[in-house]
């Protein structure tokens, strides 16, 4: 009889702590441990920092910029219109692996309405991501915004500059002198280039 009492005593301590457990549980939430993968986030693109200024944008922008109002208007259609030669994009994709772009244009010049998009539908053709070109919108006389211009030397606009780990290969200024992918394909395969304002 005294083993039958000692096993109910047991049985409902054993109960209660359970009950009790149960209880506390439902005012925390329940943590599951269930072993999964961490996923990876695709890189976030990036975002415009450039102001309207008189109705052209002026710093660091982006291709969603230039493809939305009013720069649409010149963008889209010479960006759709523009036919890559696509044997010159696919070597020119070939050394840009570890080539980084900065992009000077401004949205009041008809030479950057011009090369502008044909140059990011080349990039595209070439597998070259967004993240790879810095795209910096200037003012008239090419000296702002300041902390992005200053020490780049940018006299004409477009300007194109390509850098391989931190040095320059070369640049682009504002028209080909051959065309807009042979003369880019000259710059990052290590070709001798001058661009269309160098003797």
Known sequence: MKKILI???ALATISCGTQKTAQDNSTKPVKETVNTPELKKAPEPEK???QKVNGHLLGKATKADLMSNPYNSWFNSRYDAYQVDSSIAQEIGTYMKDVDVRL????WCGDS??????F???MEEAGVSESKITLITVDRSKSKPVDLVEGYNVVRVPTIIFYRDGQELGRYV???RESLEK???????GQEYKHSYQN
């Open 174 to 176: 504002e028209r080909p």
């Open 104 to 107: 000077y244009m401004g949205t």
């Open 48 to 50: 415009s920092l450039a």
């Open 7 to 9: 096993a109910i005593i």
């Open 183 to 189: 003369d880019i394909l000259k710059i990052v395969s």
């Open 120 to 122: 990011y539908k080349l």
């Open 113 to 118: 309405k011009r090369e502008t998009p044909m």
